[in-house]
């Protein structure tokens, strides 16, 4: 089986502050993990995977995120955040176990103050 | 433009009414997908499929129906069965059936039950 957690439902940060979105996966084979972005009434838009090359892996918008196989995780980072990064972001997974879709986090909710 | 198209984007749907949601994809992707999305919860799998003439269960089915006659096209029918079936949905693709790459989604259909 495999799931992810999504740590924190709503994080509100400044404009130029540190973004920090928390993930963490169970899976019992090596993961393919994703992150994507939604803003209001649209489909999810990606913007980075993990595929088993480089473990800190690169996405659009200055976004990044870094695969710890010892801890479970693979949080999304950015270093200054700023007020079009307002958005919900949801974190997903999936695992050569027979189910052959994404499975994904309850989502956490970005709000960028001014 | 390559993509997913999902219509129409908003329905309202009258109780103990069948109604379908269109899906159609021109990006030549095997696997289709649809998930419904409520405030909180996330996306939860409805079906998926990995090949024309072929779907399976996702995790919440029941009071759904879909088909695959056309690779193109995964169309979803939400049936009376179905208690609760206010939410926005969203249809994705991709291009791998094992789903160990990223799924492209749509820009969702809100149904609403008057």
């Known amino acids: 089986a495999q799931s992810v957690t999504q740590l924190g439902s709503h994080v509100s940060v400044s404009e130029g502050a540190l973004v920090l979105l928390r993930c963490n996966y169970s899976?019992?084979?090596?993961?393919?993990l994703f992150w994507y972005v939604q803003y209001p009434n649209q489909g999810l838009q990606l913007l980075l995977k993990y595929t088993s090359a480089a473990t800190l892996v690169k996405g659009i918008n200055g976004f990044e995120a870094e695969f710890k196989k010892s801890e479970t995780s693979f949080h999304l980072t950015k270093p200054s955040a700023h007020m079009s990064d307002a958005a919900e972001y949801f974190c997903a997974v999936n695992a050569d176990t027979g189910r052959r879709a994404l499975t994904f986090g309850s989502g956490t909710r970005l709000q960028v103050q001014p | 433009d390559g993509g997913i198209t999902q219509s129409p984007k908003y329905l309202f749907r009258k109780e103990g009414q069948n109604v379908t949601l269109s899906c159609e994809q021109n990006?030549?992707?095997?696997?289709m997908y649809w998930y419904r999305q409520d405030p909180g919860q996330g996306l939860r799998l409805i079906y998926y499929?990995?090949?024309?003439?072929?779907?399976q269960k996702g995790d919440i089915a029941e009071g759904y129906s879909v088909s695959r006659e056309k690779k193109e096209s995964f169309p979803l029918t939400v049936t009376s069965a179905q208690k609760n079936p206010t939410a926005f949905y969203l249809c994705?693709?991709?291009?791998?059936?094992?789903?160990?790459?990223?799924?492209?989604f749509g820009q969702g259909t809100r149904l609403t039950v008057v």
């Open positions: 990006l030549n992707h095997d696997a």
């Open positions: 499929s990995q090949i024309v003439n072929d779907f």
């Open positions: 899976s019992s084979v090596p993961p393919y």
């Open positions: 994705a693709s991709s291009i791998d059936p094992a789903g160990n790459t990223e799924a492209f």
